[in-house]
């Protein structure tokens, strides 16, 4: 049987049944295709657990949401703390994390193609996806497992990359190979980056002014009422006017636009900004 969930409530319409009493009996079989959604209001005595078992011998791919809404203002109340999966996304550190990987990448593979060739088709054969341009997340791990770097890391660590490398296209929990060429030329753009942050240490004295000084330009088509850069003033008016020295390569604005936003949020905000300054 299941396991009760006091003061739970069932969306209509979902594949659910509630029990006498108004609390939530889970089910104890799955059909295929089916849909269900619980919603529990305030706090629950203890932790809870989803099972779910398997129908077949096969592989089976099951999606499973869930959020929860601040408490008067605060994410958790006080002596809680935020429920796994719930934090807010550690971009700059997922980033971090990704172009390590990306340098590793790039220092044994000439271009993304042969990367591809060498890191992807094999774990997608194994999992029966031979010749698709799409990384699933399941499959993410056989692949970000082949750098010996990452056994120095947590043993989530390959998610907090997955989701950054994700959020470098259209952000549908799987990894293109558009993207993935992303990320294969992401310490390269992170040097680009380095590049234009020397410049900036040269006429402004610290990190706050030369965030203001940037904002500010980026803001110069009149609106101010954003307290972050987006995409087109920045591709507009920042990047297109850095200039590196000596030559230096410079990466295209998509690129390093995605670099500093590590959030992936469509904005560069100051703590981005400081995290590369």
Known sequence: GGHLLENAVCEPGSDSQSAPGGRFWTADHLPTGGRYVVTVPGLVAQELFVTIPKSSRQFEIVELNYSYQAIQGLACPVGFESPIGCSSFPG??????????????????ASSDLAWRGLCEAPLAAYGMSGSLDIPQEVWPAIWHLWEGSRQHEDWAWRLSFHFVDSLGIQDNSVSFSEFAKAFELSVVGLS????????????????????????????????????IHAGPWASKIWLTFDPPDG???????????FVDADGTGE??????????
């Open 92 to 109: 700059t550190q997922a980033r971090a994390l990704t172009v390590k990987w990306s340098s590793w990448v790039a220092s044994n593979y």
């Open 193 to 228: 980056i380095f590049t234009w942050c020397t410049s900036l240490h040269r006429s402004h004295p610290t990190e706050k002014d030369a965030w203001q000084a940037t904002l500010s330009t980026a803001q110069e088509d009149g609106n101010s009422v954003s307290q972050g």
């Open 248 to 258: 230096f390569a410079k990466a295209p604005a998509s690129s390093a636009f995605h």
């Open 268 to 277: 560069v905000t100051e703590d981005e900004f400081k995290s590369i300054w």
